[in-house]
């Protein structure tokens, strides 16, 4: 059996905001808080959860914003920039919409695309890209009409200390097919239409340091259980250690840290975020899985509170 992943399932990242957090990806960039739970491995920090109407695989972005959290350094060993998509012939509708919500951002062009490239409000970088695929995203939010709104990811850079290793994995391991070389980058392309273009710097990048603003791993997606277990005896025989199947509560992980230094999970599609919710009512409560409910006050009253708001546009 060879395995293709069909591309990201997720990206994690570190932040110190909560609120800040919820403001950006909610207010600015029109997501939906898909989940607001705790960081499994540490129940005083959020996790929170933001995607499409339904967190799709390939739309949802996660992050455990923590107050005091040090801010980390862009560098080797992360993924660099997140790749959004947005419906063709929106990238105008987003420049303004940045502009008027006072996010700076800067314009470039890799592989015959046009990118607009900013930081979220503690300094993670992202990029927007038109691309006609991927299915719309129906929610709206934050002022951003569905037919402009981010689709998902378009997929990622990956800044590796090791490039040539970290080619090696995307092709060897995940089933990944190299496309093309342009302006220092090899672009590697996925089976899925959401989460499926990968770039990589063809220099090595040195190595930066984990902390709020970077992204703490990238998780590729399987497709049910059974390939799941596939994946790990698969990343095992190419010699990377694994943290075995780790129960995720909406998606089973596996973890293994490839040579060029970047964390990265394999994660099933199923079950998804309306395992214990209803899709209409996403995000809304704070949801623990069942063995820390017992400890649900103790753990509420250690977190701010957080809301979903309308940020004020010039
Ligand atoms: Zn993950």
Known sequence: MSLKTAGIHHITS????????????????GLRLIKKTINFDAPEVYHLYFG????????????????????????????????????????????NRLHNLKVSFTKSARFGESFIQFQDNEGLRLELVEREEGPTNTWTAGGVPADKAIKGFGGAVLFSANS???QGVLENVLGMTP????????????????????????????????????????AWRAQDDAEHQVWDETVRQHGFGTSGIVDRQYFNAVYFREQGGILFEIATDPPGF?????????????MLPEWFEPQRSVIESNLVPIEVRVLKQD
């Open 52 to 95: 499409n109407e339904g967190g799709s695989p390939g739309t949802i972005i996660t992050f455990f914003p923590a107050p005091g959290t040090r801010k980390g350094k862009l560098g080797g060993g992360q993924v660099g920039i997140t790749t959004y998509v947005v419906p063709p012939g929106t990238l105008d509708y987003w420049e």
């Open 274 to 286: 309306t395992v214990d919710e209803e899709l209409n009512e996403l995000g809304h409560k704070l």
């Open 14 to 29: 570190f932040a110190a905001d909560p609120q800040g957090n919820v403001d950006f990806y909610t207010g600015v960039l």
């Open 164 to 166: 040539k290793h970290t």
């Open 179 to 218: 496309i093309g070389e342009d302006v220092g980058y090899i672009r590697y392309q996925a089976t899925g239409d959401l989460g499926n273009l990968i770039d990589i710097p063809v220099k090595d990048v040195p190595w930066g340091n984990g902390g709020a603003g970077t992204v703490h791993h990238i």
